[in-house]
């Protein structure tokens, strides 16, 4: 059933609406809730709800709970191909909780986690930008590690990722759905204004094992993969200190040692090697740069790091 979640006016007669897929079978109460497109340049989320709302819908006799599927957030954003909200210079996850008395996107938002609040569990998706590409992956704060972690190794994601509670800002969605005892995990995967189709299926049998694991689904479901989990920041970030076009020589998901020569730094003006590419550490490249036009200090890559508590920097060897 399709309901609306809040609505404001907007110049023109024309109306800002929030929109919900609810899919409902059985007497359980378990609720799920999948969020996509707090921001309108990533689309990733796009196919993922449309494939797990097309299965429940042809399989509902094997659900027993409340699946809801928010598409959409920031509708204008996503029919602007704008990041942020137009108009308003704003990004949506830069406002939440929100507040009834507010503003009208503080408004919308507030009413949003007031939809959203009480459910089990919510997987909140997002992209990458179009500069990066992102192995699927779940980002999570240290403090609701202990809660999160057992539930995201449940999502077929290749990694998690936990970062220090100072990287999860506040106003973001998960987080104050968090805050509420709402269980709330945020996928990161793909790259901007594109859809991955294998991150989506990906994705999306390990949303059915984990309605399976919630007692709401008696489908079938596949195998899933077991995730590295990723504590105390054992990243190794690799940036470019040159500008060109970044050429990369090792695929993304490859496993480098230190030293690894992963990509050069082109000008394409004298047709030199402006800066060799090394990996900073030994580990898997999870991030690779997309988008090949850099300045220094540009991220090339980042590197899940064989070496616990290890956050290491490093440019290109300047030639």
């Known amino acids: 059933m399709i309901k609306t979640v809040t609505q404001a006016a907007l110049a023109v007669n ?28 990533e689309l990733e989320g796009q196919y993922f709800a449309y494939l797990l709302g097309k299965h429940i819908n042809e399989h509902l006799d094997c659900l027993d709970g409340t699946v809801e599927i928010y598409p959409a957030l920031n509708p204008m954003g996503i029919d602007s191909i704008t990041r942020g909200i137009p108009l308003f210079d704003l990004d949506m996850n830069r406002i939440f909780p929100g507040t009834k008395d507010g503003t009208m996107m503080e408004t919308v938002c507030s009413a949003i986690i007031d939809d959203i609040a009480g459910a089990d569990i919510c997987i909140d998706v997002h992209s990458s930008n179009i500069y990066l590409r992102e192995l699927p992956q779940i980002r999570i704060s240290v403090p609701t590690a202990e809660t999160l972690v057992p ?10 990722w936990v970062h220090e509670s100072a990287t999860v800002l506040e106003s973001t969605l998960a987080h104050s759905l968090n805050m509420r005892g709402t ?12 859809i991955t189709k294998e991150y989506c299926f ?5 949303a059915l094992n984990l309605m ?30 040159a500008a ?64 616990p508590d290890e956050v290491i920097k490093k440019g290109g060897d300047q030639q």
């Not at 269980?183 to 594109?194: I, S």
């Not at 004298?270 to 988008?291: K, N, P, Q, W």
Request: include cysteine.
């Open 14 to 41: 024309e109306k800002l609406i929030i929109r919900k897929n609810s899919i409902k079978h059985g007497s359980s109460s378990k609720r799920l809730c999948i969020v996509t497109g707090i921001h309108g340049d």
């Open 151 to 160: 539930y995201a190794k449940m999502l077929n994601i290749d990694f998690i």
């Open 183 to 194: 269980k709330t995990l945020v996928v990161e995967m793909g790259v901007g204004m594109r």
């Open 202 to 206: 990906q994705l999306f049998e390990g």
């Open 212 to 241: 399976k694991n919630m007692g709401m689904w008696s489908g079938e479901t596949k195998p899933v993969r077991e995730p590295i989990v990723s504590m105390n920041g054992a990243v190794g970030f690799v940036n470019s200190n």
């Open 244 to 307: 060109g076009i970044f050429v990369p020589t090792a695929n993304f998901g490859d496993c480098v040692k230190k030293g690894d020569h992963i990509g050069d730094v082109l000008n394409p003006l004298t047709s030199r090697v402006e800066a060799e590419i090394t990996a900073v550490c030994d580990g898997m490249i999870f991030t690779l740069r997309e988008y090949p036009i850099v300045y220094g200090g540009s991220l090339l890559a980042r590197i899940l790091s064989d070496t």
